[in-house]
């Protein structure tokens, strides 16, 4: 009782010191570093196993970790950041600590973050299944020297760019870049869509729908929300006015899928009210409906499926493709996928 008392005092008299620039006692550093790690590992229990890992994942995920974690957390071959020393608890610099966590833990601490340390969570909750790619990333940085890190997080030859709101279009350019290729080229990242040859108009409202919270993103909210609208418009004008790069080949996928897909795209499914995709996505009918043609498969049945779940549907013209995702089964998506994306511009090595 005594204890409890004595216990109770102290918390209300304020004494204890919460400043950032004190650390903790030891005992109290040792306690709350074990109340985090053993949430961590009876939370992350729920995390489904990893699903199988896109080709171009931890490049994604790396590009993103240089614009929205290294701040905080270093990178390789770069010693830590003034914020990262001034912050308590100190964000861990990856090399020590980040192995010791399995990806489903991983997975758990991005997408959640962790209270009291500034560690912040995924900014589109809806959208968990963009952390993956992270993971990807993470799991393999102890392999990356300074120069292997900078080739995958694309600024070998830019430079860490990390106030986007205060470049020139060049520089700015140069990050989007990073993900969609320049103007002109191939994304260098099938998970990520085209933007060279898109619509114009399209593109335009795509970067407010992500700036304004309507259009989910982790990746592109953090990038969206530092454009002014004069920002947007001259980025959405320089890859609208490039030529689209050249087709790729048809690799091999089976025949059958692509005549499927081809089926689909050029004629729906009348039998489940499917009208033909290429309906409404060419220009003539709407120039503020995306051109599909150059997105690749991955790209293209990722967001059929986000269409279908109800999770791209805030948008101005979202609730008139998520009617036509409702009928899609899986296997439609797939041959829809595959058709598309056999007419996507090569993807650059
Ligand atoms: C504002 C600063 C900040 C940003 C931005 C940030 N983190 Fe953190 N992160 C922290 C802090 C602080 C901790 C330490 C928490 C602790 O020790 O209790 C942490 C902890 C972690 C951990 C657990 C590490 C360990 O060894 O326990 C991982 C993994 C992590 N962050 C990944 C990321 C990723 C990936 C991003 C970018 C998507 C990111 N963080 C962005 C501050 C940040
Ligand atoms: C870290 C990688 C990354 C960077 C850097 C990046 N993007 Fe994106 N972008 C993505 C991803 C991933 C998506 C798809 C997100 C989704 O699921 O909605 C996307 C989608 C878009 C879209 C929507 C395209 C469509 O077909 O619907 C536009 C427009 C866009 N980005 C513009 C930009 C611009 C402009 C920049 C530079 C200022 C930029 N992006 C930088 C990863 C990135
Ligand atoms: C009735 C008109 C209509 C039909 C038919 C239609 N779409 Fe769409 N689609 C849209 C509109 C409008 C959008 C833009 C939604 C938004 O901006 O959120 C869109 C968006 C998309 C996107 C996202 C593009 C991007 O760059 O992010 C894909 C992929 C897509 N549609 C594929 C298809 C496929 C495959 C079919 C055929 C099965 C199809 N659409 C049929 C109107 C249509």
């Not at 279908?308 to 439609?332: S, W, Y």
Request: with cysteine.
């Amino acid at each position: 009782m005594l204890a409890l008392t004595a216990g109770a005092l102290f918390v209300l008299s304020g004494l204890y010191n919460v400043s950032a620039s004190r650390e903790h006692l030891d005992v109290t550093t040792w306690l709350l570093d074990l109340v985090r790690r053993q949430s961590i590992r009876t939370y992350s229990l729920d995390v489904g196993q990893p699903p199988p890992e896109a080709p171009d994942a931890a490049r994604l995920g790396a590009v993103h970790y240089e614009l929205g974690c290294a701040a905080c957390h270093g990178a390789p071959g770069r010693p830590p950041s003034a914020l990262q020393a001034a912050m308590l608890p100190s964000p861990p610099s990856f090399a020590e600590s980040v192995f010791r966590w399995s990806p489903r833990q991983l997975y758990w601490i991005v997408r959640n973050g962790q209270k009291y340390t500034g560690m912040p969570a995924w900014i589109a909750p809806g959208r968990a299944d963009e952390v993956w790619p992270v993971v990807a990333f993470l799991g393999r940085m102890r392999d990356l020297d300074a120069h292997a890190y900078k080739e995958l997080a694309g600024i070998a030859r830019g430079r860490p760019a990390f106030g986007l709101g205060f470049g020139t279009l060049r520089e700015r350019l140069e990050v989007c870049a990073r993900c969609h290729g320049a103007p002109g080229a191939a994304s260098p990242i099938g998970i990520v869509p085209q933007l060279s040859g898109q619509s114009r108009a399209y593109l335009e409202r795509a970067l407010h729908d992500y700036a304004d919270g309507r259009r989910p993103s982790g990746y592109m909210q953090l990038i969206a929300a530092m454009l002014d609208d004069e920002e947007m418009r001259a980025l959405a004008a320089a890859y609208a006015e490039a030529a689209a790069p050249p087709r790729a080949q048809v690799q091999d996928i089976p025949a059958e899928l692509l005549q499927r897909g081809e089926v689909i795209a050029r004629e729906g499914l009348p039998a489940k009210g499917v009208p033909a995709c290429l309906n409404c996505h060419v220009d003539a009918r709407n120039p503020a409906f995306p051109r599909i043609l150059g997105l690749s498969s991955p790209y293209v049945e990722q967001q059929l499926r986000l269409f279908r779940g109800g999770k791209r549907n805030a948008t101005t013209f979202g609730p008139i493709m998520q009617a036509v995702a409702l009928r899609l089964e899986d296997g439609d998506i797939a041959a829809v996928g595959a058709y598309l994306g056999s007419l996507a511009p090569r993807i650059a090595p």
